[in-house]
């Protein structure tokens, strides 16, 4: 299928590895160019070059932390005007929630929730102004289903699907759609050091540790990226302008409701 959005530019935050990657390789595939951020400066330069070589598309990397007002100013210097936002950050840190000061409460909010509406209050009104736009953020399936030591992730990421739900409805009629992928287990950095802290809590083996979780998943694998990455450019794509306001979820059927 060509979701039509071939000359179109794209941001995709915290890029350079995981979901985000994967994200930016799939736009880039339909022919959508990059301005692509991570902290790392090896490992962005290292993606946008593949993606290059892999597509053909212009891909600027940007050398930036999407979580300070200074990444953020970075990233929009280098794409003012873009079509689409990928919002991606990493995740803080697990732990039982009588554990978090009031600081950490308030780092979560800012990392993974008033990031990505700052940088949507700055494109959003040249989305509107094209008429087009697709913004996508990508959360966790905790918001839909809370885990017990991801407190921090959940609560900021709700306040940005809040947000999301508000403001969608505001600026649809300018074929300008917000909407959410919450990710289960997907196999990423992050999840391996999940897994990881998961088996020395229980004091077992990482294979064995993993097999448990795969097991727990109906679909009885953890996810590619690239399948992820593949739902995120659909969602940006001309067919999805109904679509907006919405939170899809990824998780093999782990989500044992009915809606």
């Not at 590895?17 to 902290?39: D, P, W, Y």
């Not at 005007?81 to 840190?93: E, F, K, S, T």
Request: charged fraction near 20%; include cysteine; hydrophobic fraction near 45%.
């Amino acid at each position: 299928m060509d979701l039509g959005i071939a000359g179109r530019h794209a941001i995709v935050c915290a890029a350079s590895k995981g979901l985000g990657r994967a994200c930016a390789t799939a736009l880039a595939r339909e022919g959508v160019s990059l301005t692509i951020s991570a902290r790392t400066k090896a490992d962005i330069e290292a993606t946008a070059e593949e993606i290059r070589a892999a597509h053909g598309v212009a891909v600027t990397a940007v050398v930036a932390d999407v979580t300070t007002p200074e990444g953020r100013a970075a990233i929009l210097a280098a794409s003012p005007r873009a079509d689409i936002l990928v919002n991606n950050a990493g995740g803080p840190p697990r732990g039982d929630f009588r554990s978090f000061a009031a600081e950490q409460w308030l780092a979560a909010v800012n990392d993974n929730m008033v990031a990505a509406i700052e940088l949507i209050r700055v494109l959003i009104d040249g989305m509107i102004e094209r008429r087009f736009g697709r913004i996508v953020n990508i959360t966790s399936s905790a918001v839909k289903s809370p885990v017990a030591d991801l407190s921090l992730s959940t609560a900021a990421r709700l306040g940005l699907t809040g947000y999301t739900a508000g403001v969608a409805r505001q600026v649809a009629q300018h074929n300008v759609t917000i909407n959410n992928i919450l990710p289960g287990w997907f196999d990423t950095d992050r999840f391996r050091s999940g897994v990881t802290s998961r088996a020395k809590a229980t004091g077992i083996a990482f294979e064995e540790q993993l097999a448990r979780q795969q097991a727990a998943v109906p679909a009885g694998r953890i996810g590619d990226p690239a399948e992820l990455g593949d739902a995120c450019a659909w969602l940006c794509s001309r067919q999805a302008g109904y679509i907006t306001g919405q939170n899809l979820l990824l998780d093999g059927g782990q989500f044992p409701g009915t809606f």
